[in-house]
């Protein structure tokens, strides 16, 4: 008999909540964070690899971001990937590491970071709106193919929609932390 587990569509909501995270931990605040450099790609050795396996990255200190490049013939390739990146990040170069200065975040800047904050969170509700629409069209089936009964279909689907109601205020509880931290100066 098929069933559907409330567990695992917690799960695959959750799924979309660290995704937000991730994406959120990439938008720059005003400090210096060595998450800021995640999405940044450098070509060295004829490939495209992520910058955390080519430096090691460091914040020394509140505003600056420092990058120990392991092998010296790549110093130029970092800072071209960190450059292409559109982080608005200028690497100074001092032999094997580059340091990187946050300048200082104008208002129209944060705007532009939390407008972009609220479409990252857009994107995890579709998400987790979607896992919704899957278990209730799953439910539907169920009773539909007699494996589940008109009780047992409404009791489940106030469950399902009990958690998403509860996963979208957590994703709307990450934006508002995540706002009032763009925001403070």
């Known amino acids: 008999m098929v069933t559907h587990d409330i567990n695992e569509i917690e799960k695959?909501?959750?799924?979309?909540i660290d995704a937000l995270?991730?994406?959120l931990s990439g938008l720059r605040t005003g400090r210096a964070s060595a998450n800021l450099l995640d999405p940044v790609q450098v070509t060295v050795?004829?490939?495209?690899m992520p910058l955390n396996q080519v430096a090691t990255v460091s914040v020394p200190e509140p505003r600056m971001i420092s990058v120990q490049v392991w092998?010296?013939?790549?110093?130029?390739?970092v800072d071209?990937?960190?450059?292409?990146?559109?982080?608005?990040l200028?690497?100074?170069i001092d032999g094997q590491i580059l340091r990187l200065p946050i300048p200082t975040l104008t208002a129209d800047r944060r705007q532009e970071l939390v407008k972009l904050a609220h479409k990252y969170a857009e994107q995890s509700k579709v998400a987790v709106r979607n896992v919704r629409r899957e278990a209730m069209d799953l439910l539907k089936k169920l009773e539909?193919?007699?494996?589940?009964?008109?009780d047992d279909h409404r009791g489940h689907s106030e469950k399902v929609q009990e958690l998403t109601d509860r996963i979208i205020k957590?994703?709307?509880?990450?934006l508002v932390t995540k706002e009032a931290e763009i925001q403070k100066v």
Do not use: C, F, H, W
């Open 170 to 174: 957590e994703v709307d509880a990450t």
């Open 45 to 48: 050795y004829g490939s495209r």
């Open 12 to 16: 695959r909501m959750r799924a979309s």
């Open 80 to 88: 071209k990937g960190i450059r292409e990146a559109n982080l608005g």
């Open 21 to 23: 995270k991730r994406e």
């Open 71 to 77: 092998d010296r013939s790549n110093v130029m390739a």
């Open 144 to 150: 539909k193919d007699g494996k589940m009964s008109q």
């Open 90 to 92: 200028n690497p100074i």
